[in-house]
């Protein structure tokens, strides 16, 4: 029903800025939560920033002041807009679409392939 393609990632220094894409199609009815995931080698895999009914946004603590999630809905992307990066936060970033519960609970339906990010000097 839906697929979701990330794009933008790639090596950057520490400090410096990146921005993500998930370009979703098919049929987005019904689905009223995207998000971020990320996950580096050995560690779990993190919720990054969602996004949901209203455009209420939240974040990880990690990224807080430093990344911005937004959507544009007449091009049916999402964007993580990344900035002061770590190298902590190198990792695979996937794109996630779904259902956020009345608790604020997320329920994920669909993900992106994920795409690789490299914050290195």
């Known amino acids: 029903q839906v697929q979701l393609v990330e794009s933008g990632g790639g090596l950057v220094q520490p400090g410096g800025s990146l921005r993500l894409s998930c370009a979703a199609s098919?049929?987005?009815?019904?689905?009223?939560?995207m998000g971020w995931y990320r996950r580096a080698p050995g560690r779990e895999r993190e919720l990054v920033a969602t996004i949901s009914s209203g455009t209420r946004t939240n974040y990880a603590d990690s990224v807080k002041g430093r990344f911005t999630i937004s959507r544009d809905n007449m091009k049916n992307t999402l964007y993580l807009q990344m900035k002061s990066l770590k190298p902590e936060d190198t990792a695979v970033y996937y794109c996630?679409?779904?259902?956020?519960?009345?608790?604020?609970?997320?329920?994920?339906?669909?993900w992106g392939q994920g795409t690789q990010v490299t914050v290195s000097s």
């Open positions: 098919g049929n987005i009815f019904g689905l009223n939560a």
């Open positions: 996630n679409a779904g259902q956020q519960r009345y608790s604020g609970s997320f329920l994920w339906e669909y």
